[in-house]
């Protein structure tokens, strides 16, 4: 049996389904995400109709792995894949210092959450969109690739 605490924990994060809106309880969920990687390209800041004012820019990460038979004796190709992703800040203080200080090359930590969406480019077509919403940006290094 687990301790009481741990108990208490537990029936405070999954709750049973209940079809009765007088008990109803909202479940907890986390949606979080942590990259690290560097910045792609310059922020943008982006406003519609004068709310809601944005800082966007990409961050690529790297996954890379050694391909072959003897991956124990560290032989075989080494192989990368580099993924891109659009980070859009939206908190006042953060989107500025974004936008301010976030320069292509750098090497950034980005906490947030995953987003999904929809949008209608020029042509009329139904796009979907996923962005990373950023809620703190920590800079690992102040120049670009410390002018290799």
């Given at each position: ?13 999954v709750r049973p389904i209940s079809t009765d809106t007088a ?26 109709d004068g709310k809601n004012p944005v800082t966007i820019f ?91």
């Amino acid at each position: 049996m687990l301790p009481r605490p741990v108990l208490q924990v537990l029936q405070r994060l999954v709750r049973p389904i209940s079809t009765d809106t007088a008990t109803l309880v909202l479940e907890r969920s986390l949606n979080r995400v942590q990259l690290l990687g560097r910045v792609g390209q310059d922020p943008v800041m982006r406003q519609a109709d004068g709310k809601n004012p944005v800082t966007i820019f990409s961050l690529a990460t790297n996954e890379m792995w050694r391909s072959g038979e003897s991956e124990a004796f560290q032989s075989g190709d080494i192989s990368q894949k580099t993924t891109w992703h659009r980070v859009s800040v939206f908190r006042p203080g953060l989107r500025d210092v974004a936008y301010q200080y976030v320069k292509r090359g750098a090497r950034i930590y980005v906490e947030g959450k995953i987003d999904y969406g929809e949008y209608t480019d020029k042509n009329n077509v139904k796009r979907q969109a996923t962005t990373i919403i950023a809620d703190n940006i920590i800079f690992l290094s102040d120049t670009v690739r410390e002018k290799a």
